[in-house]
């Protein structure tokens, strides 16, 4: 092993966020596609009916409350009294009945783990079929990294050549690019009420960072984005780092390739210097990746032009990444299509909101410390009665970027070429070049810069929006971040929510009113730091993360943080959150097992049956036996007596 290459995940996480430079079984299997595309019509249906059906009352929350876990130990899943919590899906399960089982041993190769659940759940999507919503779906998951200590037998080989230079296994590099990307498994109650995974389903699959995808939108064929292995800047081998998500109202499901830049790298200084793209976005530029070292075993994650090549080799190949892909869980022939139009960054999230005339914006966060909140807004309305033409809407569209005025006023200035700063004098001479390079653009529409803008959530009824700002330690102490009234606090350890609405609770307005909902952290006057202070009214937590609405408008926060830290010490391990978005109570609902982050929240539409996330788990769980190897997992909660989660 190469003492110089991380394999900490711990040292990843600090490196994602870090600041950049700036310039079915039985019956169930006779489903036709008419009653799947019904289906998936009916998300619709569930999506702007809730709204429909919540309107502005406040949901009420009624369970005890736990404490948080502080045993160094704890190694299992914790709900409040009442409710049940069980593994679902955990890395390395197959995907179907004919997929080979895991191996404890860590000893399935890269073959088995393309037909096997993926490392390191994150966000997910529940999507119902019309005749049982409530009873029958399709679970769409991503899987955002993986964790080499436990994929591989004896964690990653690092080998070196006759100058000393490290290299990677192929077969291992296989696997962690199969261990990537997304899974979509079937899902039913059975007789007796209990969920199962419909195992000989047509529909389960996994898509992977070796799948072919399509690249679409204005960027797609552009100078920019040909590669010797892909002349006509079309088409792209895989997807990974999909952290958040969002979905469609037509049925489809958004992975959004969150910290793609660590897996490049550019060895050519001059050559990095002349691509503000690759130093805005953090590639490597020194002798490895930040992550992995694939570069040493496939050649299109190295960067470095080779101008003896057509389009230098794969220079441009990182600019094919950092996109939304949408992916059709109904369509398993389907190729996933990286939609260009909404802009290339380290993206969170792709939320959706939708007014009733079929207006639209999708929301997303730019998880680095300093980096901005966009929106994007579809040329065209969506239209329940018009399937094929709600297939282009991500397409075509606008691209914003979001200006927090300190006096709680905030409006969102137009990505588009040609309009102010963003010309080729600046560098950049069409939308393509805008796009690729949307944090740059950014800058010269002077956004403001936010303490790691992650998961959005959009309240059903008044349209609300939300998003966690997880921390910034940064913050008032870099020159180029000073405090401000979105983030007021320097050294920011723990983060906060804000919220907005839209002018009109129009999605597509240029203008919104803000506020800050929540300042996590420690009671004020307490033991803690001031700058530690938050504004909590209940249970105490830091770094909220994941952020999502059930459809009785409980607002579900979950955490991310390093439980080892001192400064986090007092609150335990990660945990999942309930809030009441009226009153700001908030009680803590679910502790993960050390180590671990709890992210990706799902539910059915009658909010009886919940999903939750548990990432990198450090210890053993989900077997919590103290020496099987962790696995992240899917896990099921529902309530003993059948009712609605929270209340």
């Not at 409710?83 to 399960?93: E, I, L």
């Amino acid at each position: 092993m190469s003492g110089e290459w991380r394999t900490d995940p711990d040292d990843w996480e600090a490196q994602d966020d870090h600041p950049v430079l700036r310039s079915s079984e039985g019956h169930w299997l006779s489903l036709t596609r008419r009653s799947v595309l019904k289906g998936g019509l009916g998300l619709a249906a569930v999506f702007v009916g809730g709204c429909a059906v919540t309107g502005g009352a406040r949901p009420r929350i009624g369970f005890t409350p736990l404490p948080a876990q502080t045993d160094p130990g704890f190694d299992a899943v914790r709900v409040p009294a009442g409710y049940r919590a069980v593994p679902f899906y955990s890395w390395g399960d197959p995907i179907d009945a004919e997929a080979p089982r895991w191996r404890a041993d860590a000893g399935n190769d890269w073959r088995d783990q393309l037909r096997q659940a993926g490392d390191n759940h994150d966000g997910m999507h529940y999507f119902p079929f019309a005749d049982n919503p409530n009873g029958h779906g399709l679970l769409v998951i991503n899987h955002e990294k993986v964790a080499t200590d436990f994929l591989h037998p004896r964690g990653a080989t690092v080998l070196h050549d006759e100058q000393g230079r490290p290299r990677r296994p192929d077969e291992e590099v296989n696997k962690e690019l199969a261990a990537h990307g997304v899974s979509v498994i079937e899902i039913a109650k059975d007789r007796d009420g209990q969920w199962r995974r419909i195992m000989t389903s047509s529909y389960n699959r996994r898509i992977s960072g070796l799948t072919p995808m399509i690249l679409s939108g204005p960027a797609a064929g552009a100078e920019a984005m040909r590669t010797a292995s892909d002349p006509t800047g079309r088409r792209v081998i895989g997807t990974f780092a999909n952290c958040a998500l969002g979905y469609t109202p037509w049925g489809t499901y958004l992975a959004c390739e969150e910290n793609w830049p660590n897996y490049f790298v550019n060895r050519d200084a001059e050559d990095y210097r002349r691509r503000p793209q690759q130093a805005r976005y953090r590639l490597s530029q020194g002798e490895r990746s930040n992550y992995y070292l694939w570069e040493t075993a496939q050649s299109r994650f190295d960067a470095t032009p080779d101008r003896s090549l057509p389009h230098q080799g794969e220079v441009n190949e990182p600019n094919r990444f950092g996109w939304v892909v949408e992916i059709d869980p109904f369509d398993p022939d389907s190729t996933p299509v990286k939609r260009t139009a909404m802009g290339r960054l380290v993206r969170e999230c792709a939320t959706p909101s939708l007014a009733d005339d079929g207006r639209m914006a999708f929301y997303f966060g730019d998880d680095t410390r300093g980096e901005y909140i966009y929106k994007f807004v579809p040329r065209d309305r969506y239209r329940a009665d018009d399937p094929a033409a709600n297939r282009e809407l991500l397409d075509h569209g606008t691209l914003y970027v979001a200006v927090f005025h300190d006096d709680g006023r905030g409006e969102w200035r137009p990505l588009r070429h040609g309009q102010g700063p963003l010309n080729a004098a600046n560098g950049f001479p069409d939308q393509a070049a805008v796009l690729i390079n949307a944090r740059g653009a950014a800058d010269l529409l002077g956004a403001t810069r936010m303490d790691r803008p992650e998961w959005v959530a959009v309240r059903p009824g008044s349209r609300e929006v939300y998003v966690t700002l997880t921390n910034n330690d940064e913050r008032g102490v870099d020159d180029g971040q000073p405090v401000n009234a979105a983030n007021p606090r320097p050294r920011n350890l723990h983060g906060q929510i804000l919220r907005w609405r839209e002018r009109d609770n129009d999605p597509a307005a240029t203008v919104f009113d803000w506020e800050l909902f929540l300042l996590a952290g420690y009671p004020a006057g307490g033991e803690a730091p001031a700058h530690q202070w938050g504004t909590i009214q209940g249970d105490v937590f830091s770094s909220p993360d994941g952020l999502w609405f059930d459809p009785a408008g409980r607002l579900w926060i979950e955490t991310d943080y390093d439980d080892e830290s001192p400064d986090h010490q007092a609150m335990g391990t990660n945990q999942l959150l309930c809030a009441d978005p009226d009153s700001g109570e908030v009680r803590r609902f679910l502790v993960g097992p050390r180590g671990c982050e709890i992210t990706g929240i799902t539910g059915t539409p009658d909010g009886r049956t919940l999903w939750v996330n548990v990432q990198h788990p450090g210890i053993s769980y989900p077997a919590s036996d103290g020496h099987t190897r962790p696995r992240s997992t899917t896990v099921l909660i529902t309530r003993d007596d059948g009712g609605e989660i929270g209340t």
